[in-house]
């Protein structure tokens, strides 16, 4: 048999989808399952977004250009505009994804053996990319104990050599919703600046700050232009997960050209994708309002419920729709199996991604859980249960 390459064996499995088969065999075997694991929202899709691919009249679904519907481009700076944030048409590439967008940046800007810093935990799916792209992550420890603030810039500064290339944040968070302040990326801007890196950040969730923080972009730091890489999504912010379409976003000309390369080898993102994110653009205020009180209420539904267990601890974020639990286990990866395939509770129980899969430091997050409360509120309050239950009875409680 053909040997497979390098690249392939090194690749991660997914913390928030390998433990598929489990919840499959548990469905079969009758079991309600919770699904917890993964940022998949049940709220509604904005109604000018379904609508406008069902008027879609047509008759050729031809390619688009390979930095996306110059239509959309243009609604989205006015998107951004409106948010305060001064991005040009000309600053936008439409990709197929946030996930394309973090590759491109990662290969138009990184070689392989480079080394980009990223404060751990962080979205799984980083450690891919950067298999990938030949990349190497230095990770820089945020503590749960206080709720995962931004380390100590000092320690940012110890992890520089001559291979680091850049530093990359999720802002809000996934998978700590923690919600950078001005002060912390101000801190982070004198340090890319001081050593000429990259800035690479995430922003996706942007429309999901609670009890009334607000977000900063990276895109409003002053004195480095030409560093800043903006990755967005429309995945989450209209819960188009399925729509497949991103952005990748900068004011550094030869980089947005050499990106261009990458865009134009995939050929063009989804047709169907950037129609119904233009017309997302239109989607009314009310319905975030009415998104953000309804992630709030969920949030502390299962935020303070995981509290109130024994043993259990989980910092309350300030954005994004996940949380980060310690609980008493030696190992996540286990117990996130266990639960699933020999423990229920009235005939339900709860899919969670455990936490390993979110450092790089395979030492970290033995004994931590991510959460997801996409689910409507009677289910969290099922799954608090559940998850109570199951920690009563687990053989590897500590």
Same mark, same amino acid.
């Given at each position: 048999?053909?040997?497979?390459?390098?690249?392939?064996?090194?690749?991660?499995?997914?913390?928030?989808?390998?433990?598929?088969?489990?919840? %499959?065999?548990?469905?079969?075997?009758?079991?309600?399952?919770? +699904?917890?694991?993964?940022?998949?929202? @049940?709220?509604?899709?904005?109604?000018?977004?379904?609508?406008?691919? +069902?008027?879609? &009249?047509?008759?050729?679904? !031809?390619?688009?250009?390979?930095?996306?519907?110059?239509?959309?481009?243009?609604?989205?700076?006015?998107?951004?505009?409106? =948010?305060?944030?001064?991005?040009?048409?000309?600053?936008?590439?439409?990709?197929?994804?946030?996930?394309?967008?973090?590759?491109?940046?990662?290969?138009?800007?990184?070689?392989?053996? /480079? !080394?980009?810093?990223?404060? /751990?935990?962080?979205?799984?799916?980083?450690?891919?990319?950067?298999?990938?792209?030949?990349?190497?992550?230095?990770?820089?420890?945020?503590?749960?104990?206080?709720?995962?603030?931004?380390?100590?810039?000092?320690?940012?500064?110890?992890?520089?050599?001559?291979?680091?290339? *850049?530093?990359?944040?999720?802002?809000?968070?996934?998978?700590?919703?923690?919600?950078?302040?001005?002060?912390?990326?101000?801190?982070?801007?004198?340090?890319?600046?001081?050593?000429?890196?990259?800035?690479?950040? @995430?922003?996706?969730?942007?429309?999901?700050?609670?009890?009334?923080?607000?977000?900063?972009?990276?895109?409003?730091? !002053? *004195? $480095?232009?030409?560093?800043?890489?903006? $990755?967005?999504?429309?995945?989450?912010?209209?819960?188009?997960?399925?729509?497949?379409?991103?952005?990748?976003?900068?004011?550094?000309?030869?980089?947005?050209?050499?990106?261009?390369?990458?865009?134009?080898?995939?050929?063009?993102?989804?047709?169907?994708?950037?129609?119904?994110?233009?017309?997302?653009?239109?989607?009314?205020?009310?319905?975030? /309002?009415?998104?953000?009180?309804?992630?709030?209420?969920?949030?502390?539904?299962?935020? &303070?419920?995981?509290?109130?267990?024994?043993?259990?601890?989980?910092?309350?974020?300030?954005?994004?729709?996940?949380?980060? =639990?310690?609980?008493?286990?030696?190992?996540? @990866?286990?117990?996130?199996?266990?639960?699933?395939?020999?423990?229920?509770?009235?005939? /339900?129980? #709860?899919?969670?991604?455990?936490?390993?899969?979110?450092?790089?430091?395979?030492?970290?997050?033995?004994? %931590?859980?991510?959460?997801?409360? #996409?689910?409507?509120?009677?289910?969290? $309050?099922?799954?608090?249960?559940?998850? %109570? %239950?199951?920690?009563?009875?687990?053989?590897?409680?500590?």
């Amino acid at each position: 048999m053909p040997t497979l390459s390098s690249k392939g064996n090194a690749m991660p499995a997914s913390p928030i989808r390998k433990l598929v088969p489990f919840a %499959e065999n548990a469905k079969k075997e009758g079991k309600t399952v919770y +699904h917890l694991n993964i940022g998949q929202p @049940d709220i509604e899709t904005p109604k000018v977004a379904l609508d406008a691919m +069902h008027n879609f &009249d047509l008759k050729v679904i !031809e390619y688009s250009n390979s930095e996306g519907i110059a239509s959309y481009r243009k609604g989205l700076s006015n998107y951004y505009q409106k =948010a305060g944030i001064d991005i040009k048409m000309e600053d936008i590439m439409i990709t197929t994804g946030g996930s394309e967008a973090l590759l491109f940046a990662f290969q138009t800007t990184l070689n392989p053996g /480079e !080394e980009i810093i990223i404060p /751990e935990p962080f979205y799984a799916n980083y450690n891919g990319f950067a298999v990938s792209s030949g990349v190497k992550i230095v990770p820089v420890e945020a503590s749960i104990k206080d709720g995962f603030a931004l380390p100590p810039i000092e320690e940012f500064e110890k992890l520089i050599t001559d291979k680091t290339k *850049g530093i990359l944040i999720c802002n809000p968070g996934n998978p700590t919703g923690y919600l950078y302040s001005k002060d912390e990326l101000e801190k982070l801007r004198d340090l890319v600046k001081k050593h000429d890196l990259y800035f690479f950040a @995430d922003e996706v969730y942007r429309e999901f700050c609670y009890d009334g923080a607000e977000p900063h972009s990276v895109m409003n730091l !002053e *004195g $480095i232009d030409d560093n800043i890489i903006l $990755i967005d999504s429309v995945s989450k912010r209209y819960s188009m997960c399925g729509a497949r379409i991103g952005a990748l976003i900068s004011r550094n000309k030869p980089l947005m050209a050499n990106a261009m390369k990458f865009a134009q080898a995939r050929l063009s993102p989804p047709t169907f994708g950037q129609v119904a994110s233009e017309a997302a653009l239109k989607t009314p205020s009310s319905y975030f /309002e009415e998104v953000i009180t309804e992630y709030v209420e969920r949030r502390n539904i299962l935020v &303070d419920g995981l509290n109130k267990i024994p043993g259990v601890f989980c910092p309350k974020p300030k954005g994004a729709f996940y949380c980060m =639990a310690s609980l008493p286990i030696k190992d996540s @990866d286990h117990f996130c199996e266990w639960i699933l395939s020999e423990f229920d509770h009235n005939g /339900e129980t #709860v899919m969670m991604a455990p936490a390993g899969g979110f450092y790089a430091n395979k030492a970290l997050g033995k004994n %931590e859980v991510r959460l997801a409360y #996409v689910l409507n509120k009677e289910a969290l $309050i099922r799954s608090v249960e559940i998850l %109570e %239950e199951a920690l009563k009875v687990y053989p590897g409680r500590i």
